[in-house]
């Protein structure tokens, strides 16, 4: 069985910043792509970033483009969310998430999901 683990959430001042971790534990596994999801309290939930692992690529919502980055390492099937310049609105609880295969930065379907770790962003 897989599973993915999150860290790095907590309560932060607006501006600040968070690392968020992920990393995968359990049977061996290769994935595609990895990347993480933000669900907000009433909201849907929201694909935040996604890198490609075979081309280093990347992905941004718009809302995070410029101050959020995610970085990785394929072989150990962990993936990083460095979040900068914090705002009140990321306030969420953010997903890990992987993919086995090409799943267009996870908009097409995910394979796993952690548990979730709360992120806290006061004004």
């Known amino acids: 069985q897989v599973q993915l683990v999150e860290s790095g959430g907590g309560l932060v001042q607006a501006g600040g910043s968070l690392r968020l971790s992920c990393a995968a534990s359990?049977?061996?596994?290769?994935?595609?792509?990895m990347g993480w999801f933000r669900q907000a309290p009433g909201k849907e939930r929201e694909r935040v970033a996604a890198?490609?692992?075979?081309?280093?690529?990347?992905y941004y919502a718009d809302s995070v483009k410029g101050r959020f980055t995610i970085s990785g390492d394929n072989a150990k099937n962990t993936v990083y969310l460095q979040m900068n310049s914090l705002k009140p609105e990321d306030t969420a609880v953010y997903y890990c998430?992987?993919?086995?295969?090409?799943?267009?930065?996870?908009?097409?379907?995910?394979?796993?999901w952690g548990q979730g770790t709360q992120v806290t962003v006061s004004s």
């Open positions: 359990g049977r061996p596994f290769s994935t595609h792509t």
């Open positions: 998430a992987a993919a086995r295969y090409y799943t267009d930065y996870l908009s097409r379907g995910v394979d796993y």
């Open positions: 890198i490609r692992w075979t081309t280093g690529r990347t």
